[in-house]
């Protein structure tokens, strides 16, 4: 049951094979078993998912059910929902219950998916391994000695471990596609203003996205068709008619171009990446598509430019948690200005606090223009970078992550280093843009490789058509870490 | 260029966020590191560029003049820090 596609549990449970609950409680217990090796969820509540479980049950009993209903779901925990602990992966937050639900978790709650649980992540989704989560981090299923890539590494675990058939992620740059990738499951962050991100905690509002993490292209369309769509209470959410996004999943690959972009091939990545995202570009080649090679001459000023954007709307979104509204208050204080210093102080996590202070430098008096209004414009070399480029192809692949997963510790005091590992990602959430990983193939370490593809703006259907073509042909997103596969213990 | 702490602890109040003398010099080396990264920006010419300041060149829009929130005051107080007669309490500002 835990191999199962959502397609699949959709006709058991529509054929009564098997309840809503049963399967709830078949993932509960394996998050019962895995979770203290694997830190992937910060919150369960059995009691809570189970009430969800039995009212799908009566729902597919009514003849009601959706694609959805019925189907557990595990949200990442910067997702607010309504009477669950909300804690951004963060001490500030470590006692939220939130009022109210993000779109995305009523989204998913009127579709009939039971919540299975609050996956960990970076603290505020600011990091690239899970680490700087004030709940621990959430370790690799692979090789719990590695990283699982962040920041939604806990929804990406989840997925690998089979914890959960299907989880939610966001991405600021990178944060759905880097840890999918390290840990060998599928993902997409759709065009900016695809998915709402109403009760979403906010790090970078120009570049945030949420989007599906799940086993394989066909699931993340029909997870998609939930998540995505209008919602007035997001001021960027676009006013587009609904679509399906699973309508392109049989369309031929048959001279279709992929661009690889040599900035993208030359040094940086690791040769076992470079040879397992190849030898899917061949793979692809076989099927009908055709290589042509681009040019994205802006890219390597993604990164510089990517951390001075996100850290800048990052300082003044978390201007929020002042200790007086909701979230961690300090004990003492001398004044109001004392108790905002120490709140903020105790509340927030070392790569929080660097990110703030890099923010608030960047759009201090005297500094604007040569960092922030700089910044902006780079952003707009790339974007036309890729406005070029796409031109002469129809998708961008390359790898989404110079390496495969890291191990822990080797990087959380060297920021610098850390951040240059984002070079792949960053530049599509400068410009906009669709993009996803797939898993495909191992490198060093049996860890996996993830095969990004960059789409134009709202060609998420055609991308998601290319990933599931790429998955009947070859079974990487089948794969299993070892100890996790059914039966093992 | 290069941070000086005066320059860090002006930031840091700025921002809003106490940082320790024992921290303090470990705050301002990962900062340094981070703004050399950042400063490879300057290498590329960008004059006559326009900023670009979001993903999407699209208008925001415009909705009825209606009243669309319902009064939740007392739910989100429910989880507020000090609170007393819908008030949210701060240390007093003014003698």
Not at chain 1, 58 to 68: F, H, K
Not at chain 1, 441 to 458: E, I, K, N, R
Request: charged residues 20%; negative net charge; glycine residues 8%.
């Amino acid at each position: 049951m835990i191999e199962a596609s959502l397609s699949r549990l959709r006709s058991d449970l529509d054929a009564r094979r098997i309840s809503s609950v049963e399967l709830a409680t078949l993932f509960l217990d394996r998050i019962e078993r895995a979770n203290p090796a694997l830190n992937a969820f910060i919150t369960v509540d059995r009691d809570r998912t189970l009430a969800q479980a039995r009212a799908a049950d009566a729902r597919i009993a009514r003849g009601a059910a959706g694609p959805l209903t019925g189907i557990p779901v595990a949200h990442k925990d910067i997702f607010c929902a309504e009477g669950w602990r909300t804690t951004c992966g963060s001490r500030m937050l470590a006692n939220f219950i939130s009022p109210y639900d993000a779109h995305v978790v009523s989204r998913f709650g009127d579709a009939g998916a039971v919540l299975l649980g609050k996956c960990n992540m970076d603290e505020f989704a600011m990091g690239s391994s899970n680490e700087t989560s004030y709940f621990g981090p959430a370790r690799n299923p692979w090789d719990p000695a590695c990283v699982p890539g962040g920041s939604s590494g806990g929804s990406a675990v989840a997925v690998a471990a089979r914890l959960a058939p299907a989880a939610t992620a966001t991405d600021t740059g990178g944060s759905i596609r880097q840890p999918a990738a390290m840990c060998g499951v599928s993902g997409i962050k759709p065009t900016y203003g695809v998915v709402s991100r109403y009760g979403m905690v906010a790090y970078a509002s120009s570049l945030d996205q949420g989007g599906p993490m799940a086993r394989s292209a066909a699931d993340l369309a029909a997870l998609l068709n939930v998540m995505a769509g209008f919602d007035p209470r997001d001021s960027t959410s676009l006013e587009r008619p609904a679509e399906d996004y699973g309508r392109d999943l049989d369309r031929p690959l048959a001279g279709v171009r992929l661009g690889l972009p040599k900035e993208y091939f030359g040094a940086g990545m690791a040769e076992d990446v470079r040879a397992a995202v190849l030898a899917a570009v061949n793979e692809l080649e076989k099927l009908g598509a055709k290589r042509v090679e681009v040019e994205l001459p802006a890219s390597p000023l993604s990164v510089p430019a990517y951390y001075v954007i996100a850290p800048a709307e990052a300082s003044s979104n978390l201007a929020r948690f002042d200790g007086v509204r909701y979230g961690h208050r300090a004990a003492e204080y001398a004044d109001l200005v004392d108790m905002y210093c120490r709140t903020r102080a105790e509340g927030f996590g070392a790569e929080v606090k660097r990110r703030i202070l890099v923010g608030t430098y960047v759009l201090s008096h005297g500094y604007y223009d040569a960092y922030y209004l700089k910044a902006q414009k780079i952003r707009r070399l790339i974007a036309q970078d890729f406005v070029r480029a796409f031109g002469a192809c129809d998708f961008i692949v390359g790898p989404t992550s110079p390496t495969v997963a890291f191990r822990s510790g080797e990087k959380v005091d060297d920021p610098v280093r850390m951040y240059l590992d984002d070079i792949y990602t960053v530049a599509p959430n400068l410009a906009g843009l669709p993009a996803m990983s797939i898993p495909c193939g191992f490198g060093a370490g049996g860890l996996p490789v993830g095969l990004q593809v960059v789409g134009s703006y709202f060609s998420e259907s055609r991308m998601l058509g290319l990933a599931h073509r790429f998955q009947q042909a070859t079974d990487w997103h089948e794969r299993i870490p070892p100890a996790h596969a059914e039966g093992a213990r | 260029m290069s941070l000086t702490p005066d320059q860090v602890a002006r930031i840091a109040h700025l921002a809003r966020i106490a940082v320790s003398p024992a921290e303090a010099e470990a705050v301002r080396a990962q900062l340094n590191g981070i703004l050399a990264l950042v400063e490879r920006m300057q290498a590329v010419d960008t004059e006559g560029v326009a900023p670009m300041a979001h993903a999407q060149d699209v208008m925001l829009r415009l909705r009825e003049d209606a009243v669309t929130e319902a009064d939740l005051h007392a739910r989100f107080q429910a989880i507020a820090p000090q609170v007393e007669g819908d008030l949210y309490l701060v240390p007093k500002v003014i003698e």
